[in-house]
């Protein structure tokens, strides 16, 4: 037998995967959001370009793609903000801010754990063109009240912190290295190699003791300059006076180098060590990466929406999930019924009623077994009377009763 790839999973109940999806799809448009899609392969330079070459997704993850040309390398697309803002350049859209959302698979090539995979689904929003910080707390507001209130979670937290710009960065980084080169001694492998090629990924580390170090580590946000204080400073006012409850985490700092200013996370302790579960931030040069002589701020985030299901499995009696509908079971008794029983089943679905009809024959017992198991609100049996007289015989599943109808008043009486 063939089994799934590594990382991978089925998905044999979409009921809490699309109400997720709908969800947030039917909540963003309420804000004046624009569902997009753009293609699963991307060129591979475009993340190159974006993520930076030093990232884990570059260096480790990527699911590349051989070409017949050399030049031509491709990859299943392992994040969605750079395919959003190639696309916003690519087609030289001019509506600003431009607000749009997509979903879809995402791959990576990472040990799969808990809420980990190497396929996995997000839900991405981008505003592309707008350089007020503004749009930042109005963004974490709009993910912390779908979270709240539209999938009723609870045990979550919200963590900010705030990068800087690009000056500021780099005037940090030098600060950070001397800090470093202090406790040197007291980091793991990895993180003195991030220490010499992407300074501020060392704050990704997991290795406890590095963690340790980071606690008393110089905070970039403390580095900022005048006009990016004032903004860090309207980002945390403007949260609290909506009510949003936030921490700052002053080690993050995501995972892919185009982030700058606002930065933020949404976690849950019930999700183990992958505890985030959205997250995002600002990133006013990746147009500037991607080769525009023009730079767009903007800003973006994405929902896992594997991980987002994790949290909401043990919410599923109190949210409104879509209900199955009833389901009619046409189920005739013999070879000369069954193009009726087609005939019947055909009327009552292009009526709009969920019908099934069993075409394997059987006795009645094991006909009216089979149609319980798949949850049947009503069966409909046709034998050789009913056939003559143009008439079905509806059992009803849930209390027993039969009734003879027409099968002119079929649809009608099925919809009482």
């Known amino acids: 037998m063939v089994s799934k790839i590594r990382g991978t999973q089925d998905f044999l109940?979409?009921?809490?995967?699309?109400?997720?999806?709908?969800?947030?799809?039917?909540?963003?448009?309420?804000?004046?959001?624009?569902?997009?899609?753009?293609?699963?392969?991307?060129?591979?330079?475009?993340?190159?370009?974006?993520?930076g070459l030093e990232t884990d997704v570059v260096t480790k993850q990527m699911f590349t793609i051989a070409t017949q040309k050399e030049e031509e390398l491709m990859c299943l697309r392992p994040e969605a903000t750079a395919s959003t803002m190639r696309a916003f350049l690519e087609h030289s859209i001019q509506t600003f801010p431009w607000k749009v959302f997509s979903w879809g698979p995402m791959f990576r090539y990472e040990r799969p754990q808990k809420g980990r995979f190497r396929q996995f689904h997000q839900i991405n929003m981008e505003i592309i063109n707008t350089p007020s910080t503004w749009y930042d707390a109005y963004l974490i507001t709009l993910l912390d009240r779908l979270f709240s209130q539209r999938f009723q979670l609870q045990n979550y937290a919200l963590l900010i912190n705030f990068l800087g710009c690009q000056a500021d960065r780099q005037r940090f980084k030098t600060v950070l290295e001397a800090y470093l080169n202090s406790v040197k001694h007291n980091l793991c492998e990895t993180c003195l190699v991030r220490k010499e090629k992407n300074i501020l990924r060392v704050f990704d580390c997991k290795n406890s003791v590095c963690q340790e170090q980071y606690r008393n580590a110089p905070k970039i946000a403390d580095h900022v300059c005048t006009e990016c204080a004032q903004e860090w400073k309207q980002v945390q006012e403007t949260l609290q006076e909506l009510s949003v409850t936030f921490s700052v985490e002053p080690t993050l700092v995501r995972g892919l180098d185009y982030y700058d200013k606002t930065a933020f996370e949404f976690v849950s302790t019930e999700l183990g060590a992958q505890s985030a579960f959205c997250g995002g931030g600002r990133y006013n040069h990746l147009a500037g990466q991607l080769g525009s002589k023009t730079e767009y701020p903007a800003l973006g985030a994405s929902i896992g929406i594997e991980r987002l299901m994790l949290l909401l499995e043990p919410l599923k009696n109190i949210l409104p999930l879509p209900q199955q509908p009833g389901i009619q079971v046409v189920v005739p008794m013999?070879?000369?019924?069954?193009?009726?029983a087609l005939f019947i089943a055909d009327e009552l679905q292009n009526n709009g009623l969920c019908t099934d009809v069993l075409l394997d024959g059987g006795s009645l017992k094991s006909m009216l077994r089979k149609a319980n198991k798949i949850g049947a609100q009503h069966v409909l049996i046709?034998?050789?009377e009913e056939q003559e007289t143009g008439t079905v015989m509806v059992k009803n599943m849930q209390t027993g009763a039969e009734e003879r109808i027409a099968q002119t008043a079929l649809v009608a009486y099925l919809k009482r």
């Open 13 to 51: 109940d979409l009921i809490l995967f699309n109400f997720i999806v709908d969800t947030t799809k039917k909540y963003l448009m309420c804000h004046h959001f624009t569902e997009i899609a753009t293609p699963i392969l991307e060129s591979t330079e475009l993340f190159k370009r974006s993520l």
């Open 334 to 340: 013999g070879p000369e019924q069954q193009n009726l």
């Open 382 to 384: 046709i034998g050789q």
